[in-house]
């Protein structure tokens, strides 16, 4: 029996396979296993010699993730960093588990597009253009929807039980910057007077926010 995560896997593949649009450059190799502890930097990683079936598996993905933490969901990544065989292919995926009321927070992906298959649940999901419009929908098991590369946008899961998707990028590390994160938590800190100019609020209130952000 094919199940929700193999029609999601099936779907992204196709998505990516057809696309003729790549956020990664081409590759000049039929494969390049990324040598993940190699001190040589490049754009990507350089390749080993030593290459085996494992370094195209990864098995991460086929269970939910937990969930108990402040904003109730959690991304499961299945990138190069995690699977040594797609450095050069242009290729990822992710899983993101949402609890009741969960949120994946308001963030971007410089380096790719992001397109979201709904395993199960429901969810609300939106981005907002360099216009400021928010383009929102909600979505259902079942569904697709797709986040343009770079765009502010989020997830959040206002259904009594839980949901999850599958998420597929035309980068093989699409990266991720979590706006409030990115501005609260950043290290060296971003100047509070610089946070109390950008929202108008007091230095207080920066204060209290990042120190919620602050490791525990």
Not at 105 to 116: L, S
Not at 178 to 203: H, M, R
């Amino acid at each position: 029996m094919v199940t929700a995560v193999s029609k999601a896997l099936l779907i992204m593949a196709v998505v990516m396979l057809t696309s003729r649009v790549y956020a990664d450059p081409d590759a000049l190799q039929d494969i390049c296993v990324a040598d993940l502890t190699s001190a040589v930097k490049v754009n990507g990683y350089p390749c080993k010699s030593n290459v085996t079936a494992d370094d195209f598996f990864f098995s991460g993905i086929a269970n939910p993730g937990a969930t108990n933490n402040s904003v109730g969901s959690l991304v499961t990544g299945a990138n190069v960093q995690r699977i040594p065989g797609l450095n050069t292919l242009g290729v990822s995926l992710a899983r993101i588990d949402y609890a009741p009321g969960g949120l994946n927070p308001p963030h971007t992906h410089p380096r790719a597009t992001e397109v979201v298959f709904v395993l199960e649940g429901e969810l609300d999901v939106g981005f907002i253009t360099t216009a400021n419009v928010l383009i929102a929908k909600s979505i259902k098991k079942g569904d697709v929807f797709a986040f343009p590369k770079g765009l502010v946008h989020y997830q959040k899961n206002n259904g009594k039980v839980p949901a999850a998707v599958i998420s597929a990028f035309n980068s093989q590390l699409p990266g991720t910057q979590s706006i409030a994160a990115t501005l609260f938590a950043a290290a060296p800190p971003v100047p509070d007077n610089v946070l109390t100019k950008a929202f108008q609020v007091g230095t207080k209130e920066v204060q209290k926010i990042k120190s919620r952000f602050a490791p525990k």
